[in-house]
Structure formats: structure tokens, C-alpha cells
């Protein structure tokens, strides 16, 4: 197995392009992907501040790595969720490699600040737990990159997570929801630009780019993850994948070229006006924000939460997209065999 570029030892093989590479080259050509993805979309201008959201996983890590690499100022930002062991190991990986570059990590602890933890949150208010933790993060994402001046705020969502969207939003013909799955959502109304530069690389490559740079991560799947639909999709994406390498690349990017715009007119006709939230004073379209909606019931006395209910109307369709980009990212891909041998890559 040789480098397609230089001819040497291959470390990986990639199938949809059809080619091995070194390391040396198959790090090049992460950065490239990432920088293409970012001109392509128009993501980032030189120079920009960028806030990483970091989860401490394999993506967001690799994601933070090569967006200081490029040149952009990129700080991170670690949102503790407060799910038992998973969320200090994950708080652990983030630091360490934050302390290791010497770069900022901004840290928020749920629990800690908002008086609740994701579990703990999603059965008082009676939520799935990803839809509380979706709904968490959007909005403290959103916060803190708000707070502190950032033009961008970006999430490591792969090749696997938008394609896994994807189909999933397909498979119902949820139409709104297509017409927002894009790379970037541009700054709006006090929303901050959101940027997903890992749109041309697998899973699969972001864990081999974290080995091959000795960026350690969290290997461990999140426990709330058990049974979610996400991760069936990216199994079946994984075995078609299998049979049709690349097909994953055509059905995302083929959706983004020739079908994504369709869906748009509906998108900005339902979009409704944004008003401060009356309790926190983000923007939103429903008086009192969902995140506020949801600590308020998620930090009521037990006999209270009842009558904490009324506060939760339904939700946006709005809000309903943004949890669906943040679904877990945390997945294993369906593997070709590669040399690096590590158990992080099965
Ligand atoms: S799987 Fe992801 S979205 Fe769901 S609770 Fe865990 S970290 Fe949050
Ligand atoms: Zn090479
Ligand atoms: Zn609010």
C-alpha cells in the first residue's frame, strides 16, 4: 500500500477516493478538505474569532487542531452536561489538549450554572434526553460565543453526522428541516454565524487525524446515545457505503447542489420575528426562550412542575431543527481496514 502523493508507506486507505496515503499526506489532506469546505461555503475569512464548540470527541478536537493549524483564532468552549462519569472523562480530554497547545478553553458547567444535568433535566421536563441536551447546547452555544464576540461559532458535524441528518430528514420529507440543513447559518438577529467545517471528512478520518497527530479523545460513546435513530442511519450509510464507496459524499453534497435550495422559500416564510427572551434576553419567537422554558421546569420542586407546563408550548420548528444538527456525534463508522492499529479506529 503505497502514498498516492509521494509513493511512500500508506498509513490509511481512503475508498472513496479511491487512494492510500502516508501520514504526512493524509494529514495535508485533512487540512485541505477542511480549508476547501471553508471557501467553498464561504465559512470563514481570514483573521476571523472563531469559537470551537469541544465535546472532548475525535471531531471536535481534530476540528479545533486544524482550524489553529490554517491560522484562524480559534478558542474552545466545553459545555459540562453533567451525565456521570462520561461528562468528567470528556471534560478531561478537552483540557488536556487545550493545555497541551496552549489554547483558551472556555468552560460551562450545567449543573453547576443552570441548577440542572441532562438526565436529571430531560425527565422533569419530560424530554428525551438528546432533546434537552440539543436544546442546551444550541442555546449555550449560542451564548457564549455571543458573549464573547466571536464572528463564528463551529461544530465538528462530519461527513457521517450530515448524511445521517440527512437521510433521516428524507426519510419524512421534513421539509423545513432540509431547507436549514446547511453548512453555514448566517449570523442573524443576534444568532451567531454557525460553521461546520468537517463537512468533507468521515468519522472514520477525523479519529485517524487525531492518532496520527497524538490528540487524545473520548472513545466512549455518550450513555444517552442507547437506541438513538442517528446512529441507525449512519449504520445503514456505513454498510451502503460498503458496496458504493463515495456514496455518502454524493448523497450530501448531491442534496446541498441540486436540491437544498428548494427547500429554502419555505424556510425564510416561516421564519417569525425574534424579540429578546423576557427571561434571559436571548432571541427568540416565543416570549420566554426554550432553554428557559426547559430550566424552568427541569429545576421546579417536583409538585411545582406542573404548573411549570404552561411555559412549555410547543416547540419551534426552529428549535426542532437545531437539535436535530446537534444529535450525537459520537458514533463508530463502518471501517476499511487501515495500518494504524488502535481500537480507537474500529
Ligand atoms: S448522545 Fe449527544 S445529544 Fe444525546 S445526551 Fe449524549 S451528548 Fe447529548
Ligand atoms: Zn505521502
Ligand atoms: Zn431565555
Not at 45 to 54: I, M, S, T
Not at 132 to 161: E, I, M, P, Q, V
Not at 186 to 204: H, I, M, N, T, Y
Request: glycine share 8%; net charge positive.
Amino acid at each position: 500500500m503505497k502514498c498516492r502523493v509521494c509513493r511512500g508507506p500508506a498509513v490509511i486507505d481512503i475508498r472513496r477516493h479511491n487512494a492510500n496515503f502516508c501520514r504526512e499526506h493524509f494529514l495535508r489532506l485533512c487540512r485541505d478538505q477542511v480549508e476547501k469546505a471553508i471557501g467553498r461555503f464561504g465559512m470563514l475569512q481570514p483573521g476571523e474569532r472563531v469559537l470551537v464548540a469541544v465535546s472532548g470527541g475525535k471531531d471536535s478536537l481534530a476540528l479545533w487542531d486544524i482550524l489553529v493549524d490554517l491560522g484562524y483564532a480559534a478558542d474552545g468552549f466545553y459545555l459540562g452536561l453533567g451525565i456521570g462519569d462520561y461528562s468528567d472523562e470528556s471534560a478531561g480530554y478537552a483540557r488536556r489538549y487545550a493545555q497541551s497547545r496552549n489554547l483558551t478553553l472556555h468552560t460551562v458547567d450545567l449543573p453547576a450554572t443552570h441548577g440542572f444535568d441532562i438526565p436529571g433535566g430531560a425527565r422533569a421536563a419530560k424530554r428525551a434526553p438528546c432533546s434537552a441536551c440539543g436544546l442546551s447546547k444550541r442555546h449555550l452555544f449560542d451564548d457564549a460565543a455571543r458573549r464573547g464576540g466571536y464572528d463564528a461559532l463551529a461544530t465538528g458535524h462530519n461527513l457521517d453526522d450530515e448524511a445521517a441528518v440527512l437521510m433521516g430528514n428524507t426519510l419524512r420529507w421534513q421539509t423545513e428541516y432540509l431547507g436549514r440543513q446547511l453548512p453555514v447559518l448566517e449570523a442573524r438577529d443576534g444568532f451567531p454565524r454557525k460553521v461546520k467545517p468537517l463537512v468533507r471528512l468521515s468519522e472514520r478520518e477525523t479519529a485517524a487525524y487525531c492518532i496520527l497527530r497524538g490528540i487524545d479523545y473520548v472513545v466512549e460513546e455518550c450513555p444517552m446515545a442507547v437506541g438513538n435513530k442517528h446512529l441507525a442511519y449512519k449504520a445503514a450509510l456505513n454498510d451502503i457505503e460498503v458496496q458504493s464507496p463515495g456514496a455518502k459524499h454524493d448523497f450530501y453534497f448531491g442534496f446541498l447542489e441540486r436540491a437544498s435550495e428548494r427547500f429554502r422559500a419555505q424556510v425564510e416564510r416561516d421564519r417569525g420575528d425574534l424579540a429578546p427572551c423576557e427571561r434571559c434576553g436571548s432571541p427568540t419567537d416565543a416570549g420566554v426562550c426554550a432553554f428557559c422554558r426547559l430550566t424552568a421546569r427541569a429545576t421546579a420542586p417536583k409538585a411545582e412542575r406542573k404548573g411549570a407546563a404552561h411555559l412549555e408550548a410547543r416547540e419551534k420548528p426552529s428549535e426542532a431543527v437545531a437539535r436535530a444538527a446537534l444529535r450525537p456525534q459520537r458514533t463508530r463508522a463502518g471501517m476499511t481496514p487501515v495500518r494504524i492499529s488502535d481500537r480507537r479506529l474500529r
